[in-house]
Nanobody, 117 residues
């Protein structure tokens, strides 16, 4: 399984970014895919995820109403997006794509999001 993130960068508070994660190398129809983040000096935390079967979504309380997760399953590739609006300095972190399948976790290398005040 390979997860490749993109879309991070520097943005001013109140701005927007869209993260992308291209997932490949697996064939299961049942999995959850989403985003975690880790800020300097803090533990990694779950941000949002979406299930493959019903498209159920989860959002951390800190991002509800500002972030939106979606997925594109065309062309036999799976891409998950995280649209981040109204960004705050506390959203600054390395954002990691995560895929969970049959109890096993897979991780991307991460993409840095920096929100300036």
């Amino acid at each position: 399984v390979q997860l490749v993130e993109s879309g991070g960068g520097l943005v001013q508070a109140g701005g927007s970014l869209r993260l992308s994660c291209l997932a490949s190398g697996f064939t299961s129809d049942y999995y959850a895919i989403g985003w975690f983040r880790q800020a300097p000096g803090k533990e990694r935390e779950g941000v949002s995820c979406i299930s493959s079967d019903h498209g159920s979504t989860y959002y951390a309380d800190s991002v509800k109403g500002r972030f939106t997760i979606s997925r594109d399953r065309d062309n036999a590739k799976n891409t998950v997006y995280l649209q981040m609006n109204s960004l705050k300095p506390e959203d600054t972190a390395v954002y990691y794509c995560n895929l969970e399948n049959l109890g096993k976790d897979y991780w991307g290398k991460g993409t840095l999001v920096t929100v300036s005040s």
